[in-house]
């Protein structure tokens, strides 16, 4: 577990460096443009775009965000591109090109276009999350939170006591299977065996974070946890000019692109229905 | 005037019959160390609690009494000004952080003190420097090991400059080392703070009770049953001590069982030191010839070993080796310890032996049979493996389905099932709890019963993994007699442990595991008689062997007394009928 969901990249970088609250405001203004468009291009320009400031700006080698964004392009292509592409339903009245045809399957050029797009988009949104995820400490944006959107510091706190906790769940779960194994409980497949063997699993683990979380919160309210009605931050993550600036070149060139796709005729959707 | 006055206090928690603390009054003066001893449930730790203002605060109990800060009523006191004026620093390693790295850690108690931020940095260093934690400021705390945690843990109190620490079990879940480290680090702590204050719990007392001022000691029920010096209060009441389960300094439990036995010890020493030159002249001989034991030749007869590991080597995948070329023999029938320090790879040589994690093929034998030809079932016929956490292990709601589960996936006949729940029930000391819930057990029921699962389906060897980790004294050792019982009955008891005191007086062999390697193979007596090696896997010699090697006390052979009935004979006493061989019998050490 190296940070959310181990993808966090320690390092120092431009992006590493920026307030995780504006960060995470700088990437939705993209994420919102590539949601809305439905043409094949705007994702794709937007996807090339985060994947040079990830290696650019957040410094993360490509090697490392190479596996899961294969994955997730493999996936996506399989799921969407391929349904897309041989299942495509134009509207009435609309022509297609075939580009090939067998037995109920029909191979059109409409909807690979469409099933490229999508799996394009998805790309994209999971890239512009990864610029996010793999630059952020996780203890930072929760902080960030707190400091600068008015985030409930008593919950913001419990979150990250969960965080702390969460690789001692996983080799506690690891322990419990091994014991249970040798004490002759095969790993079971039918319905009813499972939920039996997720009782037997949850109760031992239940039962150790319950205590655990008792300790916990006593030893926070020892250090006077709460007590006082303001309390001080050592990690202080003020908002420089800097991450204002990454707001505003965001949102500017996220606006550059879209007008550079339009004028070019190549952008779709924003309340145009593809196909119409 | 004194800096905590406490009147009257008492404590109910909610749905108990008993109280926690009842009437107990007695006053501190600043800069005194104070150990409060007594056995579980004397409401020593919910003293802290009160104290702390924890209770009523966070922890739900009634409270009678008054508590004075500093000549302050407490209850009058806002929970901020008072929890600022005590450090608070609990047993356990794993539950007392809630950030993610050592320097957010401490920096947590501060802010929610509203200390401001430039003083934050200094603060932070100053703690981290004094508990030696300093180069480790950016490190994860999860990275950190026990010792190195319960440091932190003392660091993030000292950050907050409080009046008053309040100590609760710090090194219950230590290895040996770490737990002097921490006690050596509490020594220096008081010289160069003065006029700090401590209030301490600890139940094994050999490497504190030079630090101590005074004593309070609690009765069960919560009741004072006395306070007064250490040399004081372990002299006078050294029997009402052993009764109530409490373990004295074993120089002092020496001491104790002479004057006992008749002879004229003036003073009951406390220390090592202390107690060679006070026992030095009732010395009758400085070597003995060794009372017979066993002759080893027997072993070999006992062939086929229970388990044998022959060049055996592991890594996990992605990872460093664990395990190097590792060769054992574990003889049938033997009381056999592995120790080491932590991450020396105990456990996982354990694990090989149980199926936990399997060998290939040729490396490990379970009574001549090579595992890797067994399956999963035959090797639990003969192997039980009990984790160091007992709850893992159960899959039933209820003590007696628990007991039948290994047989009735085995298909075993009702009447057999039965038969043998019940005789495990009452070998076990179960019978009354058999339709209980096993979670809802007491910690030391909790192992009997994850011992007596591991022997259901007739199991001949029995592996622990740190089996008295954690426990206060009397439930390791009752566990420990149970062994015995087991060992007496033929049973192979493999035990994974970095208790030295437990090795002393219950193990016959022991295998001492530094860095993936078997350093030593051979009898605990040997083990002891070698100083280098204990050092070297920093394990360490046990007081009563440091204080044989003071007065030059040792056998013909050059081994050491082991127990306390060894060193009977060197102040010309008897030591009774029982003979030295049988390892159980020297379960009188304490």
């Excluded at chain 2, 057990?441 to 008295?468: F, H, N, W, Y």
Aim: with cysteine.
């Amino acid at each position: 577990m190296n940070g959310l969901l181990g993808f966090y990249e320690g390092g120092k970088s431009f992006l590493h460096g920026r307030n995780p609250t504006l960060k995470l405001v700088s990437l939705m203004v993209p994420m919102l443009a590539v949601t809305l468009a439905f043409d094949p291009w705007t994702p794709v320009l937007f996807f090339g775009l985060a994947l040079l400031v990830l290696c650019v700006l957040g410094r993360v080698p490509l090697r490392h965000v190479a596996r899961p964004l294969a994955l997730v392009f493999m996936l996506s292509a399989l799921g969407l591109l391929v349904s897309n592409a041989f299942f495509y339903d134009p509207q009435e009245g609309t022509s297609v090109t075939v580009l090939w045809e067998g037995g109920p399957l029909r191979l059109t050029l409409e909807g690979l276009r469409v099933g490229f797009a999508l799996t394009m988009r998805t790309m994209a949104i999971v890239t512009l999350s990864l610029l996010f995820v793999a630059t952020t400490d996780p203890t930072d944006f929760v902080l960030s939170l707190i400091q600068h959107a008015h985030f409930p510091f008593r919950l913001g706190y419990g979150i990250l006591v969960a965080y702390r906790f969460l690789p001692m769940w996983r080799s506690e779960l690891d322990l419990i299977r091994s014991a249970h194994r040798i004490r002759g409980v095969g790993e079971r497949t039918s319905l009813r065996g499972r939920w039996e063997q997720l009782r037997r699993y949850a109760v031992p683990l239940l039962a150790g974070a319950i205590r655990k979380a008792e300790r916990v919160s006593i030893a926070m309210d020892s250090k006077a946890f709460g007590a006082l009605p303001k309390r001080t931050y050592y990690r202080r993550l003020d908002l420089t000019r800097a991450d204002w600036a990454m707001l505003a070149v965001s949102a500017l060139v996220t606006l550059f692109i879209l007008l550079i796709l339009a004028n070019a005729g190549l952008l779709v959707g924003y309340g145009v229905v593809p196909g119409d | 005037m004194p800096l905590i006055e406490i009147h009257d206090l008492s404590v109910r928690y909610p749905r108990t019959a008993q109280k926690a603390l009842e009437h107990v009054s007695f006053s501190v003066e600043q800069g005194e160390t104070w150990l409060l001893l007594g056995p579980s449930g004397s409401g020593k730790s919910t003293l802290g609690l009160c104290l702390a203002g924890l209770i009523p605060h966070s922890v739900p109990a009634a409270m009678e009494g008054q508590i004075l800060l500093d000549g302050r009523d407490a209850a009058e006191m806002s929970v901020g000004t008072r929890t600022a004026q005590i450090g608070m620093v609990f047993q356990d390693p794993e539950a007392q952080f809630c950030m993610l790295t050592v320097e957010d850690e401490v920096a947590f108690g501060l802010e929610n003190l509203a200390i401001p931020y430039e003083e934050m940095g200094g603060r932070i260093s100053e703690a981290l420097a004094i508990v030696g934690l300093g180069e480790r400021r950016h490190e994860r705390v999860d990275r950190l090991s026990g010792g190195q945690k319960q440091r932190l843990a003392l660091a993030c109190a000292l950050a907050r400059r409080p009046a008053i620490l309040f100590l609760d079990e710090p090194t219950a879940n230590l290895d040996p080392a770490s737990r002097r480290e921490f006690f050596r680090l509490l020594g220096k702590l008081r010289e160069e703070q003065p006029s700090l204050t401590i209030l301490l719990i600890e139940h094994i007392l050999d490497d504190l009770i030079d630090l101590i001022d005074r004593v309070l000691l609690l009765a069960p029920g919560g009741t004072v049953f006395g306070e007064g010096t250490p040399g004081d209060m372990l002299d006078s009441r050294g029997d009402e001590l052993d009764r109530m389960g409490i373990w004295l300094p074993q120089v002092t439990a020496l001491g104790h069982k002479l004057r006992a036995a008749g002879l004229p010890v003036a003073r009951l020493p406390l220390m090592v030191e202390e107690a060679a030159s006070a026992l030095e002249s009732l010395l009758v001989q400085h070597t003995l010839a060794r009372p017979g034991t066993i002759p080893d030749t027997g072993q070999e007869a006992r062939t086929p070993m229970a388990i044998r590991v022959d060049d055996l080597t592991f890594g996990y995948r992605g990872s460093a080796e664990v395990l190097h070329k590792i060769s054992l023999d574990v003889p049938s029938g033997s009381l056999f310890a592995i120790v080491g320090p932590n991450g020396s790879g105990k456990t996982t040589l354990a694990s090989h032996f149980a199926d936990v994690l399997r060998p290939p093929v040729g490396r490990v034998f379970l009574l001549g049979d090579d595992i890797a030809g067994l399956t999963t079932g035959q090797v639990t016929e003969r192997v039980g493996y009990v984790f160091q956490n007992p709850e893992h292990q159960f899959v039933e709601q209820q003590v007696d389905d628990e007991l039948a589960y290994s047989l009735r996936v085995r298909h075993r006949s009702a009447a057999e099932i039965e038969a043998t729940v019940g005789q495990l029930l009452r070998s076990f000391g179960l019978e009354a709890h058999r339709r209980r819930n096993p979670f809802a057990l007491s910690q030391g029921q909790k192992r009997r019963l994850s011992v007596a699962t591991m022997l259901a389906v007739g199991q001949r060897i029995l592996v622990l993994d740190e089996p008295t980790f954690g426990q206060d004294r009397d439930t390791a050792r009752a566990l420990m007699e149970r062994l015995c019982g087991l060992h007496r009955e033929g049973v192979t008891v493999v035990v994974i442990t970095h208790d030295m005191q437990l090795v002393a007086d219950y193990m016959e062999q022991v295998a001492v595991l530094v860095d993936g390697r078997i350093r030593f193979a051979g009898s605990t007596q040997a083990l002891f008689a070698d100083q280098a090696l204990l050092q070297e896997a920093s394990l360490r010699a046990l007081p009563l062997h440091d204080l044989a090697r003071e007065m030059g006390v040792r056998f013909a052979d050059g081994f050491l007394p082991m127990s306390i009935r060894d060193w009977f004979p060197f102040f010309g006493l008897e030591t009774g009928s029982t003979p030295r061989s049988a390892a159980c019998a020297r379960e009188d050490a304490s």
